[in-house]
């Protein structure tokens, strides 16, 4: 996000979802996490007018990865789209949010057989299927409970996107996903395609997270295109569903130059338009799984300045009450972000300094060099862009609690996770002596 694109009051404090940042940090305490909801619900229309702009069927289902939660959850529901899960947590949170089981995709490269009883017994829409062992144990639970599923495939198309080495999934050499440069794909077909209790509606391919340019997403769309026109000649069989997967990218620093959702998503659609043509194909229904791109630039981390740590001819350290626990990203991709000083927006930009985090680690340092003003104990800092995979990726190192998280819209706000308590820290410990 642009810094200058964020609102201020008359007392020059960042606004969020019509409400003053320093209030909420106040009111909450710190580390907090808070979401612009009418953000999200605008990115969401992004996507969807760029689809219906096109005539085609489609559906969106957001990556629960990025940010789950009952309030988020319910958010999805009241813009109707869908969603996808990768984990029986995921599935139960979705659920308990009474979010629409038929709407529910289920993800994972090593489900567990009670991971798939679950979505066999709630009925949910799809079982991305992602190995060989996944397509026996399906079977199993299906034929137990004389029940049938819809199911996809989840193929690695070997194309390989350029972002981070941890953020590509659809490279050959990737531990998701039947390969389709061997021949995995048509081996998983030929078996799925003989157990009744299990209806192929469509294949999937992710190429990787965080992704600005549309060529990957072309060559996607192309392959995918190839592959259901192999399928047919060799199997008379064609998917009604090519799911594309997430990754389109945000930008969380002036270096990155994303593309917006209506540019990925009329690339995509000139490409398959092009290609079922020259196919002889029918234009197949097309999903796509967004996560980064609806919560991200939603997301909002806020800290409260500490202490410092000056070291003479050389460079600060600001430290702030959370850090990695809250959000892993910088440490573990070594991810940039931007902040600002919540309470002195318009203030002149005096020291460069280094956001350090709360813990004990030498690599929690949040933002390795930004500038800002003269920054005092009591400060409150917000991280911008904090949306996507900071809350989701929480953990309690250190036994540090993991934030509240607020949802502000309208002038409004909303507690939608409860901060944890130290008594929740230990709430699982057993006595030992
Ligand atoms: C299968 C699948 N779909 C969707 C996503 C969401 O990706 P992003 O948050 O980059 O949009 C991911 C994560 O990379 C994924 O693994
Ligand atoms: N956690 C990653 C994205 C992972 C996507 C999951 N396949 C990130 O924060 O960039």
């Known amino acids: 996000m642009i810094s200058s694109e964020l609102k201020t009051n008359d007392q020059n404090h960042l606004i969020i979802g019509g409400v003053d940042s320093v ?8 580390p907090l996490v808070v979401y612009d909801v009418e953000k999200i619900r605008q990115q969401i229309k992004r996507f969807k007018s760029s689809f219906d702009e096109s005539g085609l069927k489609y559906e969106i289902s957001y990556a629960s990865k990025a940010f789950a939660a009952i309030g988020m959850y319910q958010v999805l529901k009241q813009e109707g789209l869908h969603t996808d899960v990768v984990s029986g947590g995921e599935l139960y949170t979705a659920l308990k949010a009474g979010f629409p089981a038929d709407k529910i995709s289920f993800h994972g490269n090593n489900k567990s057989y009670q991971e798939l009883e679950m979505a066999v017994d709630n009925h949910i829409g799809v079982v991305i299927l992602d190995n060989f062992l996944e397509i026996e144990l399906l079977k ?5 409970k004389h029940t049938s599923i819809n199911v996809m495939l989840r193929l690695t198309p070997g194309i390989s996107a350029h972002t981070h080495k941890y953020d590509q999934t659809g490279q050959v050499d990737s531990k998701f996903g039947f390969d389709v440069e061997s021949g995995q794909d048509k081996k998983a077909l030929k078996q799925v395609l003989a157990i009744p209790e299990m209806k192929l509606i469509g294949i999937h391919a992710h190429i990787g997270s965080q992704i600005f340019g549309v060529q990957g997403f072309e060559m996607l ?3 995918m295109v190839d592959i259901s026109a192999e399928w047919k000649k060799e199997f008379e069989y064609k998917p009604e569903i090519l799911n594309l ?3 389109f990218g945000i930008s969380y620093t002036d270096e990155d130059e994303p593309i917006g959702p209506d540019i990925f998503i009329n690339k995509i659609i000139t490409t398959l ?3 079922t043509q020259k196919a002889d194909l029918v234009l197949p229904e097309v999903w796509i799984e967004p996560g980064r791109s ?6 909002f981390n806020l800290y409260t300045v500490g202490s410092r740590k000056d070291i003479p001819g050389m460079t600060s350290y600001i430290n702030v009450d959370g850090g990695m626990g809250d959000n892993i990203r910088p440490a573990l991709y070594q991810a940039k972000y931007e902040a600002v ?3 002195k927006m318009k203030a002149e930009l005096t020291e460069v300094d280094h956001l350090a985090g709360k813990y004990c680690e030498s690599g929690d340092i949040l933002i390795d060099k930004q500038k800002f003003p003269a920054l005092v104990p009591g400060d409150i800092v917000a991280m911008l862009d904090t949306g996507a995979y900071g809350y989701s990726m929480a953990s309690n190192y250190n036994l540090n609690p993991r934030p509240a998280v607020v949802f ?4 409004q706000d909303k507690l939608v996770i409860e901060r944890e308590s130290f008594a929740d820290l230990i709430k699982l410990d057993k006595s030992y002596l």
């Open 140 to 144: 199993k639970v299906l034929q137990e």
């Open 408 to 411: 502000a819209e309208n002038g």
């Open 245 to 247: 997967g997430g990754g």
């Open 23 to 30: 209030k909420l940090a106040h009111k909450y305490g710190t």
């Open 294 to 299: 609806i919560v991200g630039p939603a997301g």
């Open 221 to 223: 769309a192309q392959k």
């Open 273 to 275: 338009k092009e290609a």
């Open 341 to 343: 000083v919540t309470n």
